[in-house]
């Protein structure tokens, strides 16, 4: 059984308290069974709400599953330089030179610091 997430704690437990707050100002009991049942009633509700939130779907990349050492079998001998549980090199593209462009004469006199968006 997953574990609750954050969310579903929080939605639950915040639907526990102020179910139970309002059935019991509205109802106005005050004998231990009555408050029993509002208490009871309250769980439940949170309970419900707790489980009817949305809950992240799992990743679909493959997992990768374990095998007993008795099953794998050695590989071909590969005659390549890099042994093969090497991991490939990464490249990087290089970087984009900044782009200076002429400042317009109604921006320079402007009397305060004028912010431009930035890109992400």
């Known amino acids: 059984m997953p574990?609750?997430?954050?969310?579903?704690?929080?939605?639950?437990?915040?639907?526990?308290?102020c179910s139970t707050l309002a059935m019991l100002l509205?109802?106005?009991?005050?004998?231990?069974p009555g408050i029993a049942?509002?208490?009871?009633?309250?769980?439940?509700l949170g309970?419900?709400?707790?489980?009817t939130v949305p809950v992240p779907k799992p990743s679909r990349a493959p997992v990768a599953r374990s095998t007993p050492r008795s099953v794998i079998r050695p590989a071909a001998r590969s005659t390549a330089s890099v042994p093969a549980n090497r991991p490939?090199?990464?490249t990087v593209?290089?970087?984009r030179a900044p782009v200076?462009?002429?400042?317009p004469a109604s921006v320079a006199s402007a009397p305060e610091?004028?912010?431009?968006?930035?890109a992400p």
């Open 37 to 44: 049942v509002v208490v009871v009633a309250a769980v439940a």
């Open 47 to 51: 309970v419900l709400v707790a489980m």
């Open 3 to 17: 574990r609750p997430t954050v969310a579903q704690l929080t939605y639950g437990s915040c639907t526990v308290i």
């Open 93 to 95: 593209p290089a970087a």
């Open 88 to 90: 490939e090199p990464v």
């Open 26 to 32: 509205l109802s106005q009991t005050s004998s231990g």
């Open 100 to 103: 200076h462009a002429a400042v």
């Open 113 to 118: 610091p004028v912010r431009e968006p930035t």
